[in-house]
């Protein structure tokens, strides 16, 4: 199980130019490496680092493939019959929309939700720091809430243990793909991604061309089904005289979608027209049922067509994790990872020792794996940098340290190059139901959405 | 897509190599003293802006004034850029009907802004953090959560043209 023991970060512990500087030579002669390729987020890149998608693709295939043989089987089958029996248009509108869906739907699934890139150390330290204002040498793992007004109400930003950082307000951490992410709507298993600030407009325009596309659709093998029972025939002989019975086929599909989908369109509407998350609408941050006191919606600009325009049409943000850009040899040094750093505590809590060893074997072992660890962190065979870091640490250390088992942990975690946590998949094999669940807002509001310390936060 | 990532990488780039210049041309003997952080401040939302609390730690090094006019000036040019307005809109708008593949050819309002946000930075930093032996970097590096003022040792060196 992750180990959720918070761990102090000595800012003595970290080095700025010299080793570094010491390094550059080497570095160079190494190839400069792009920032996605030790992206500590659970992500998949591809050419290049131009395509970012979660790791666990869900059932996106199984949206696509859908998408794709019911408008395969459109075109084939219902399209002749229905411009020879009506209009040329209908195939052109199917068309449009068929692109349209699918165009949207790739770039739901391929563009950067809003990830926030973690902390540094330096900065993790500096918060810790801030917090820590008693200056008295027992650790205590900082506060996890922070309260701040925005536009006049009182609003708590967490603190994020992996990202080791005051979430932003609207932010959540999304255990699936390990990153936080700004106005994080949910996680869609059937986009393959997360839905948030960057790409909630192409998941909105996704959802409501697919109502489109699937009522168009089943319009028109109705309309297909009609036409052929109206020459004085039954409607089950004009099914069984319909090419190959495929009508029947896509009638099923688009019933079953059509509830789900436009209910999801409908639901997402409201939350577009309120300003809200799906986060926020399920734990129902702003709900006015909650006690005497007036909790409104901070964000709202309270029009309708006012939200609309800001969600949907509002300025398009950066990606903020840039993923093309070089690493430069100071950047080398890893950022913070709760799941794979465990950097050991110096000043070491007396209270929670899981395994005592003596001071040198935590430095032999340090020594040892500080290779294997920076081959684990950023997948590709790492020089000294991480070394000197790592090792220049556990000098210092007086006591051993509790995270001992933890260090070893990870260490022996199999290494890829976008290495996860071992840990972390424990907790995504508890409730592999809900991330295949259906889209259904009926299902919405029943649905559990932990936001404790493991920082679950998923979607119907 | 492809395009707004590579004008990101870009900046960011021209951004790293401008500090590494900077760092180790002008400043004989970069040892850092301490890193000042400046917070962002969500009074007004969600929207991108910094807080204007002028740090402790620069007293010695630097004027209030100069400190809060760099602020005040970012926090202008991110709400430039994060402006609802018609021209805003009206990307978005035409965004939405080409299915959004306009913003592979088409740099967004965000983009432009930011590469001011850069320009400024080097410039302040060149005009008056550098001489003081202080080093602004770009809140974009830094996912936009703080500015990061690195504050040198000062050693009275003489700053190189």
């Known amino acids: 199980m992750r180990n959720c023991e918070y761990q102090q970060i000595d800012p003595l512990a970290l080095s700025v130019a010299p080793a570094s500087v010491q390094n550059l030579t080497d570095k160079k002669a190494e190839r400069l490496r792009r920032k996605w390729e030790v992206f500590p987020g659970k992500n998949r890149f591809f050419c290049d680092g131009r395509v970012i998608v979660a790791r666990q693709s869900g059932v996106l295939p199984l949206t696509l493939g859908l998408i794709v043989v019911t408008c395969g089987l459109f075109f084939a089958f219902d399209c002749p019959f229905l411009v020879e029996h009506l209009t040329v248009f209908i195939p052109v509108i199917g068309g449009v929309l068929f692109v349209f869906v699918v165009l949207s739907l790739l770039r739901t699934s391929f563009t950067d939700p809003g990830i926030l890139p973690r902390a540094t150390l330096d900065e993790a330290a500096d918060i810790e720091k801030q917090i820590d204002t008693s200056g008295s040498s027992s650790y205590r793992p900082p506060p996890r809430t922070k309260e701040i007004l925005i536009n006049q109400q009182v609003v708590k930003l967490k603190y994020c243990f992996t990202c080791k950082m005051f979430r932003p307000p609207r932010t959540s951490h999304c255990s699936l793909c390990d990153n936080c992410v700004e106005r994080f709507d949910h996680h869609c298993p059937w986009v393959g991604n997360c839905v948030g600030k960057r790409n909630y407009r192409f998941f909105y325009s996704f959802i409501i061309s697919l109502s489109f596309l699937t009522s168009f659709i089943f319009g028109c093998v109705i309309a297909h089904i009609t036409l052929r029972s109206q020459s004085g025939k039954s409607l089950i002989q004009a099914i069984q005289e319909s090419p190959a019975r495929y009508p029947l086929m896509e009638l099923v599909i688009c019933f079953f979608s059509i509830w789900s989908i436009l209910g999801l369109s409908g639901f997402h509407t409201y939350l577009v027209a309120s300003n809200l998350t799906t986060n926020e609408d399920i734990k129902g941050s702003w709900s006015s049922k909650r006690g005497a006191e007036e909790s409104g919606n901070p964000y709202t600009y309270n029009s309708i067509l006012a939200n609309c325009c800001v969600t949907l049409c509002g300025p398009m943000p950066p990606s903020l994790i840039d993923r093309r850009g070089f690493l430069s040899p100071e950047e080398s040094v890893p950022t913070v990872s709760a799941s794979e750093i465990e950097v050991p505590s110096f000043a070491a809590k007396n209270d929670a020792n899981m395994c005592t060893q003596s001071t040198k074997d935590v430095l032999e072992r340090m020594l040892h794996s500080s290779a294997s660890y920076g081959l684990c962190l950023l997948g590709t065979p790492k020089t000294t940098p991480v070394g000197l870091e790592v090792t220049g640490a556990p000098a210092r250390a007086a006591e051993t340290s509790p995270t001992e088992r933890c260090w070893h942990q990870t260490a022996d975690a199999p290494c890829s190059p976008f290495s996860t946590s071992s840990t972390s998949d424990s907790i995504h094999s508890i409730n592999p139901a809900f991330r295949l669940a259906s889209p259904s807002p009926s299902l919405g509001r029943a649905m559990l959405v932990l936001d404790e310390a493991p920082d679950v936060s998923f979607i119907p | ?161």
């Open chain 2, 1 to 161: 897509m492809a395009t707004t990532d590579l004008n990101c990488s870009e900046f960011h780039n021209d951004q790293i190599a401008t500090l590494s210049t900077h760092s180790l041309q002008e400043l004989q003997h970069p040892v850092v003293s301490t890193k000042v952080f400046i917070q962002r401040d969500y009074s007004s939302g969600t929207l991108c802006k910094f807080q204007n609390k002028f740090p402790a730690e620069l007293e010695s090094r630097l004027d209030r004034q100069h400190f809060e006019e760099t602020i005040q000036t970012l926090n202008n040019l991110y709400a430039e850029a994060e402006k609802l307005g018609g021209k805003s809109y009206l990307e978005g708008c035409l965004a939405c009907l080409t299915a959004y593949t306009i913003f592979l050819c088409m740099e967004t309002q965000y983009e432009k802004v930011l590469r001011k946000v850069a320009r400024y930075i080097k410039e302040q930093n060149e005009k008056v953090y550098i001489p003081r032996s202080l080093l602004l970097t770009d809140p974009i590096e830094r996912g936009l959560r703080v500015i990061e003022i690195t504050v040198f040792e000062d050693r009275g060196f003489v700053p190189t043209s």
